[in-house]
T-cell receptor, first 113, second 112 residues
Framework: GAGVSQTPSNKVTEKGKYVELRCDPI?????LYWYRQSLGQGPEFLIY????????DSGLPNDRFFAVRPEGSVSTLKIQRTERGDSAVYLCASSLGRDTEQFFGPGTRLTVL | AQSVTQPDIHITVSEGASLELRCNYS??????LFWYVQSPGQGLQLLLKYFSGDTLVQGIKGFEAEFKRSQSSFNLRKPSVHWSDAAEYFC??????????FGAGTILRVKS
């Protein structure tokens, strides 16, 4: 079956611009996670959705970052007023529910010039 | 707070040699532990996981890991490495809500 997909695969933007990153989870997975992976580091947790609601957004670095999952499937990570330090690979994962295996997408590489 | 330490940034082994990648964690309760592999341009793939029970866990691609509570370790092993195993390996610990805390990764190079 289809895995987790993320679009775009690459995004280049200028400092100060707004970007949206999309994640399509595996069909039927109720849990969805966003992580950020900076160069030379492991992924860092950003936010976790159970269904439509954000169950844990403790990893969002500041209020420029926001994520939604309005119908409990596709999720969009939104970054306002991008900064060069936001450059990273943004990973999405989904799972059947809590305490089950997370399946990761290929990521979106964001470059802020 | 939960944390994961992977002491080795890079490891080089000869093809056919055995492999052990180290992972130490800090967690207040019984941890959920994972090893993932990431190849260039690809997403993270789960190799194996430990939730409870037998402390020696078998995974895909011939990998295994052993949970040692007394040492707070979850080291990954493979008896004979193949050139295709060259990749970056991440150890992770699960916490409330199943968010994962990852180590910084170990890059494995395989010499032919």
């Amino acid at each position: 079956g289809a895995g987790v997909s993320q679009t775009p695969s690459n995004k280049v933007t200028e400092k100060g611009k707004y970007v949206e990153l999309r994640c399509d989870p595996i069909s039927g997975h109720t849990a969805l996670y966003w992580y950020r992976q900076s160069l030379g580091q492991g992924p860092e947790f950003l936010i976790y959705f159970q269904g439509t609601g954000a169950a844990d957004d403790s990893g969002l670095p500041n209020d420029r970052f926001f994520a939604v999952r309005p119908e409990g499937s596709v999720s969009t990570l939104k970054i306002q007023r991008t900064e060069r330090g936001d450059s990273a690979v943004y990973l999405c994962a989904s799972s059947l529910g809590r305490d089950t295996e997370q399946f990761f997408g290929p990521g979106t590489r964001l470059t802020v010039l | 707070a939960q944390s994961v330490t992977q002491p080795d940034i890079h490891i080089t082994v000869s093809e056919g040699a055995s492999l052990e990648l180290r992972c130490n964690y800090s967690y207040g309760a019984t941890p959920y532990l994972f090893w993932y592999v990431q190849s260039p341009g690809q997403g993270l793939q789960l190799l194996l996981k430990y939730f409870s029970g037998d402390t020696l866990v078998q995974g895909i691609k011939g990998f295994e890991a052993e949970f040692k509570r007394s040492q707070s370790s979850f080291n990954l092993r493979k008896p004979s490495v193949h050139w295709s195993d060259a990749a970056e390996y991440f150890c992770a610990v699960g916490s409330y809500g199943n968010k994962l805390v990852f180590g910084a990764g170990t890059i494995l190079r395989v010499k032919s």
